[in-house]
């Protein structure tokens, strides 16, 4: 396949595709939460409705990421990925019909599995496409038009909540997705990975979304109508899916590729989630911390816009743009973050941003009746985006650096998957524990109290990841790290998950060997 130029119309137009794509399934799942409100006194929704709103979407993404990127390899990465932005944008549709809850839950999980489908596909893409030169050029241009994107979103959405209806934050993805089908079908290459053998590890991925999918019933629904046979089975289910995920991703085989399991037919089951990664301390240390900081995070973002409108009276506007300069933060210090935790290493940078972070959660759990913008609001959003900015970047490194480099692509998939999971399970445990059940939006004196104390647990998450950061993550495994492990997607939200990192090219210089999260070994 020809290599594509960034600076030429054909290297744009690909650009314009695969920013588009992955922005709106990125901005779908930060817009909504805006919509909540909104949404919840339309439909009749309680404070678990709300919750499976936002946790049906990320089950089914956090579940089928990995595998999202092995089809694209195996079966053309310009096809799913258009696939994945069809799917996403049928789902978006249903999303904006929804006559009940139960029907907005579906579509938000058939939301999720296209997502699944289009989110590595975008990296994938740029990093089959482009010439060996210009990959890490075309790789930063889309991360950081992205996180662009990021910082437009909740603006927009919010603007879109107030001036036109809930219905149409899903509704506006329907002509943004059909300007993406239209690019990525005249001017974006296909590609494969001709390397792919074997089997899609299907049992793992259907284990992975059980696992998940019981024990978030169980974290929702337990607290808030008791521990009945419903929620012992879930909880049931979901540990015993658990178990047999483990058992059945270590029988496929370790990351380097040895001691796969094969079928008769001699053909390989590659496992989704290659254990032996978590051979390294390092890797799974980074991956705990991503664990306790995203849960955290995951759920302070879900609350504060429900704090904002509640409690506080902002209008959607308001509370969307609230946390912009978060973002802005994000773009314009990550990069530096970056290259000073290669320099003095990530250990310092990773626990004195959570800690930072920390705080910032601490003010803005303070919100109440009479907050203002100026005195609450942005001097708790800037110290947030300080810490966040400081650990963002040297993370992303130190999971890179903890795994071989042909492994740096499903490293990075793995983090991204993490991360997603934690958001997943926290945002389905911590609520609940904190009081927010049934009504409680509806009673802003009962909204505060839940809210003052969610927060409160989510910067003991993230205290505790910087503990475990000092504890456990060493300085010399970046610093010692050469410059083909350094991160080339240095501007992100980082919202939802940390950013996904592309697989390396070759040494002979040719096409990458895999999508950004495959799940396929390299070798």
Known sequence: MAQVRLGTPAGRWILLATVLGSSVAMLDATVVNVA???????????????????????????????????????????????????????ASLLCGLAQNVPMLVAARALQGVGGALLTPGSLAIIQASFAPDDRPRAVGAWSGLGGVAGAIGPFAGGWLVEAAGWRWVFLLNLPLAAVVVLVAVRHVPESVDPGTHGRFDVLGAVLAATTLAGTTYALTEGPASGFGAAVVAATAVGLLSAVAFWWVERSRGRADGTRDRTRADGREIPPMLPLGLFGSRQFSAVNAVTFLVYGGMSVMFFLLVLDLQVVAGFSPVA???????????????????????????????????????????????????DTSYVRDVLPAAVVF???????????????????????????????????????????????????????????????????????????????????????????????????????????????????????RASASGGAPPTGASSPRPAG
């Open 319 to 369: 509370a969307g743009t609230a946390l912009l300069p978060v973002t802005v933060l994000m773009l314009l210090l990550s990069s530096r973050a970056g290259a000073l935790a290669q320099r003095i290493g990530p250990r310092r940078p990773m626990a004195v941003g959570l800690l930072v972070a920390a705080a910032g959660m601490l003010m803005a759990s303070r919100f109440g009746p």
């Open 385 to 503: 985006g300080l810490g966040l900015s400081a650990m963002v970047a040297p993370l992303t490194a130190t999971v890179l650096a903890s795994a071989d480099e042909r492994h740096a692509g499903i490293a990075s998939g793995v983090n991204n998957a993490v991360a997603r999971a934690a958001g997943l399970l926290a945002v389905a445990a911590v609520p609940p524990l904190a009081g927010l059940t049934g009504d409680a939006y509806r009673d802003p004196g009962r909204f505060a109290d839940g809210y003052r104390m969610a927060l409160t647990v989510c910067a003991v998450l993230l205290v505790a990841g910087a503990a475990l950061t000092f504890a456990a993550v060493r300085d010399d495994v970046l610093r010692a790290a050469p410059a083909e492990k350094e991160p080339q997607c240095r501007s992100h939200c980082a919202v939802g998950a940390p950013p996904l990192e592309p697989a």
């Open 36 to 90: 909540l409100p909104r949404l919840a006194d339309e439909l009749g929704a309680d404070m678990a409705g709300l919750q499976w709103t936002v946790n049906a979407y990320t089950l089914a993404l956090a579940g089928l990421i990995l595998l999202g990127g092995a089809l694209g390899d195996r079966y053309g990465r310009r096809r799913v990925f258009v696939i994945g932005v069809v799917w996403f944008a049928v």
